[in-house]
């Protein structure tokens, strides 16, 4: 038993003494390095490609937000800070005036208003 302890014991410092002795690479190799750097080549040249694919096939099936020409459905008016969480805007939309307020807990329609003429013709008061 005494001995197979030793046996085992001369192997495992004789295996820990080659590795000691191993050295270790400090340098990466050229091709190492270039194939690193050819990594993150490869890498944008995919993303611009990707890019470049996404833009064609858009164009190719118009899949823009709105078709050139056509009107737009929506007017933001006018916008004003209230404080540091909430706005409150003036939006058009079909021939109407909305009075939306934003806050921390969603979006909120204050007040709507029937637009019959543009906004420089009529007059507004400050009666409520």
Do not use: N
Not at 12 to 22: K, L, V
Not at 35 to 42: R, V, Y
Not at 72 to 99: N, Y
């Amino acid at each position: 038993m005494r001995r197979g302890i030793i046996v085992a014991l001369a192997c495992s410092w004789y295996g820990g003494a080659a590795q000691a002795t191993q050295t270790i690479p400090f340098k990466r190799d050229a091709e190492t390095a270039s194939l690193a750097g050819s990594g993150g080549m490869a890498v944008l040249l995919v993303s611009l490609l990707a890019i470049g694919a996404v833009v064609l096939v858009r164009k190719r099936l118009k899949l823009s937000m709105r078709a050139k020409g056509a009107p737009a459905l929506l007017r933001v008016l006018e916008t004003r800070r209230l404080g540091p969480r909430s706005l409150i805007s003036v939006v058009e939309f079909g021939g109407k005036q909305h009075l939306l307020a934003q806050g921390e807990h969603g979006i909120t329609c204050i007040d709507t208003i029937v637009v019959d003429a543009p906004l420089g013709g009529r007059e507004v008061s400050d009666a409520p």
